[in-house]
């Protein structure tokens, strides 16, 4: 694989996290200031989206949908799986830190062994499949 | 009703995921700024498969939601990991990815970490 390759596939991959997890993050401020508890009444989730940290965790995330196909163009499902779970730390770090939640040793223990995993996949061929279709 | 739920979400995404990697490799490398977004966007909307990885998408997200309204939390996040296995093994079969002992280890490391986390 070429170094511009493995640059776009790791940019891609920061870009996904960074916008997840701001995204969760806009989301879980933004529900946790709404008036009403979210229910299974439709218009509840509907009125939430005028809350502008909701709306922008909305938009964030769509963004890092569109960023995560980018991703699977440079890179195997199989590589892209264990590496965005490197979000389940992003997410523990912005909760303790941002969000003051208290996060459990166990938790600790479970995103150490996230990082472990990705990292073993990291040291992987991010691509072992054939070429692209002609356009 | 539970393990129906967890059934539908497990293959769901794992099917959502499989056709989002077989047409963005179709399609080749995409470049990274605003004009790449905008062609992923356009790309949705002109590619099939990748019109019914969304609608996947969809099915898994409620079927998920409809999960944790019944089952509890530390139970719906850990289940909702056994796509994890279901997508290496048909990345391998299906998309004929090369899963060696470094990257199957490596994913089996992270799936442990993701059941311990919704324990």
Same mark, same amino acid.
């Given at each position: ?135 | 009703? @539970? ?6 979400? @497990?293959?769901? @995404? ?40 969304? !609608? ?5 997200? $409620?079927? $998920? ?5 019944? !089952? ?15 997508? @290496? ?14 990257? !199957? ?15």
């Amino acid at each position: 694989m070429g170094t511009s390759l493995t640059v776009r596939t790791y940019s891609w991959l920061t870009l996904f996290l960074a916008l997840r997890g701001g995204g969760n993050l806009c989301l879980a401020w933004g529900t946790r200031r709404l008036p009403e508890t979210l229910a299974a009444n439709p218009l509840v989730y509907l009125r939430s989206l005028f809350d502008p940290f909701v709306a922008t965790g909305v938009i964030l995330l769509i963004v890092a949908l569109l960023a995560r196909l980018a991703l699977l163009s440079v890179a195997d499902l199989s590589f892209v799986l264990p590496m965005t779970a490197i979000g389940y730390l992003v997410a523990a770090l912005l909760g303790r830190v941002i969000l003051h939640e208290a996060v459990s040793p166990q938790r600790w223990l479970a995103v150490i062994l996230i990082f472990a995993g990705a990292a073993l996949v990291s040291s992987t061929p991010h691509d072992t499949t054939g070429e692209p279709e002609k356009p | 009703m @539970t393990w129906v739920l967890v059934s539908v979400m @497990t293959v769901a @995404t794992a099917l959502s995921d499989l056709l989002q990697s077989y047409e963005m490799k179709r399609a080749g490398a995409q470049s990274v700024g605003a004009r790449g977004m905008g062609r992923l966007l356009r790309m949705i909307v002109e590619r099939r498969y990748l019109l019914l990885s969304i !609608a996947c998408l969809a099915v898994s997200f $409620f079927s $998920f939601m409809a999960l944790v309204q019944s !089952a509890p939390l530390s139970f719906a996040v850990p289940a909702s990991a056994a796509s994890f296995i279901l997508e @290496t093994v048909a990345a391998g079969i299906l998309l004929k990815e090369r899963i060696g002992p470094r990257r !199957a280890g490596g994913a089996l490391l992270v799936l442990c970490g993701i059941a311990l986390l919704g324990k």
